[in-house]
């Protein structure tokens, strides 16, 4: 049979319009062995003398069928054979790693089958790799997303591309056509008997549920839903761009954390702000498995009405918490996480806190220095107020400090949450000590009792910089 059918034509002209496969690329055809992929492996060789593509087949053998999934991989081996097209064959046990994992067979085979297909493009042995999904997959994939209560990006079902890399140039064709090409040519091809059990849900709506809707409500149901989607992807395209757009001004990365002001959400339309979210994870997690939308509704609510301090816990090893009028949402942090340091130092002298990643520079200098490069990180006190060795450490629960301009001595726990210092940052906040009381910390005025006054003569500076080497760095004792 000649390879250039009506169907075949169509289908060339509609994968050149869309740009779904370029002249050049390396493309590799996922095939399971049913008709819908050895039509696709045979399309595909054919466009490629005229694109310019080099063509493979690839198969993924799950092991859930024994003997019957070897002879599949057998016969897609043979068939890339006999077609002149290089076999990339990969495997696994799903039924054992669905059991490890307590997942769903199906979910799990398809993680298993796309993480070989995005390990071939990782090593540079193709550029894309094309499925052989149908517009009757997309129908069923509309209708059991709808069943299952999805929200508007789910109506989108199987979109054309996945990361640029995963295309599916056969969503325009329905499975009839599919298998009357596959009929004219007499391609041989497999047959998945668990295509034919209904107890699994999808087998169910592809055999029951779209005939007899097909029958008692409209004839068209498999383009209508391939339309359907087709808008509703439209739609969140626009919608996600908007969400991008709104919170940009807003959105901020700090190390790994992703933060946003909850003011700033609660000014955005609810459709927005659950896309903001999703893009927020995303950009944390590097991934949005397991996140569904009761999480995002969730989220939206600990964001609108949580205090300060409160945490979320979120899939993937994330958590969500609010740090007085922000949103931040930040890989959970591991429980051994130790933010104790002690430094004994006599003046001058530098040292280096890892937990901070600063420096700082304990230096005396003359009253005339001081007056001229006084600023922020730098503070005052009368060295001859100070008891000899120093210790430098981190806080701990139950210090007191009274800072100048203070009349009596506040808990640093109390002082911290008036200066909106997040949770997670109060551990390794520094403090110094001379005898047992605490003379400085970080961020607030010096100890009155040992403030430099303006005619003291010599004055100890301490001066916070960005960690790196240091001269004479002091070594916690």
């Known amino acids: 049979m000649p390879a250039h059918t009506d169907l075949y034509g169509r289908w060339a002209h509609e994968v050149r319009r869309s740009g779904l496969l370029r002249s050049g690329e390396r493309v590799g055809v996922a095939v399971s062995g049913g008709p819908d992929s050895v039509l696709l492996l045979e399309f595909t060789k054919a466009l490629a003398g005229k694109m310019g593509l080099v063509a493979s087949a690839v ?65 540079g042995q193709l550029d894309k790799v094309a499925t052989a999904h149908t517009a009757n997959d997309q129908a069923e994939t509309v209708l059991l997303r709808i069943l299952r209560g999805t929200g508007t990006r789910g109506l989108g079902g199987i979109y054309p591309t996945l990361e640029g890399r995963i295309v599916r140039p056969f969503l325009g064709l329905t499975r009839a056509e599919i298998e009357a090409e596959v009929a004219r040519r007499s391609l041989p091809f497999r047959v998945d008997s668990t295509n034919l059990e209904t107890r699994l849900r999808r087998n169910k709506v592809r055999r029951e549920l779209l005939p007899w809707l097909q029958r008692e409500f409209n004839p068209d149901l498999i383009p209508l839903l391939g339309e359907f989607a087709d808008r509703s992807r439209d739609d969140e395209e626009y919608l996600e761009e908007q969400a991008r757009e709104r919170a940009r001004p807003w959105r901020g990365r700090e190390g790994q954390e992703e933060r946003i002001p909850a003011r700033a ?40 009405d949580a ?43 530098e040292v280096t806190v890892p937990q901070l990643g600063v420096r700082l520079e304990f230096k005396i200098v003359g009253r005339e220095e001081v007056g001229k490069a006084y600023n922020k990180r730098r503070v005052g006190l009368d060295p001859l107020k100070l008891a000899g060795e120093l210790l430098l450490r981190n806080w701990g629960w139950g210090d007191r400090f009274c800072p100048l301009g203070f009349r009596k001595s506040r808990k640093l726990k109390e002082l911290f949450r008036q200066m909106k210092i997040p949770l997670g940052q109060r551990g390794a906040w520094p403090v110094l000590e001379s005898g047992k009381e605490i003379v400085w910390v970080r961020g607030l005025p010096v100890a009155a009792s040992v403030a430099a006054s303006p005619d003291a003569e010599r004055v100890l500076t301490i001066v916070e910089s960005p960690g790196g080497s240091v001269s004479r760095r002091v070594e916690p004792r």
């Open 59 to 123: 198969h993924f053998n799950h092991q859930l069928r024994g003997s019957e999934s070897d002879a599949d991989e057998q016969f897609v081996r043979d068939l890339a054979g006999r077609l002149g097209v290089a076999f990339l064959g990969g495997e696994a046990d799903v039924a054992r790693v669905a059991r490890e994992k307590h997942r769903n067979l199906e979910a799990t085979a398809r993680e298993l089958r796309y993480r070989f297909f995005f390990s071939l493009i990782r090593r």
């Open 265 to 304: 959400l609660a000014e955005l339309p609810r459709a927005l702000v659950r896309r903001v979210l999703r893009q927020m994870i995303l950009a944390a997690r590097g991934s949005l498995l397991g996140t569904s939308h009761r999480h995002i509704e969730a989220l939206r609510r600990f964001a609108t």
């Open 307 to 349: 205090q300060s301090g409160r945490t979320l816990a979120l899939p993937g090893n994330l958590v969500a918490r609010r740090e007085f009028e922000w949103l931040v949402i930040g890989v959970a942090s591991a429980p051994t996480e130790n933010h104790d340091f002690s430094f004994h130092l006599t003046p001058p002298a």
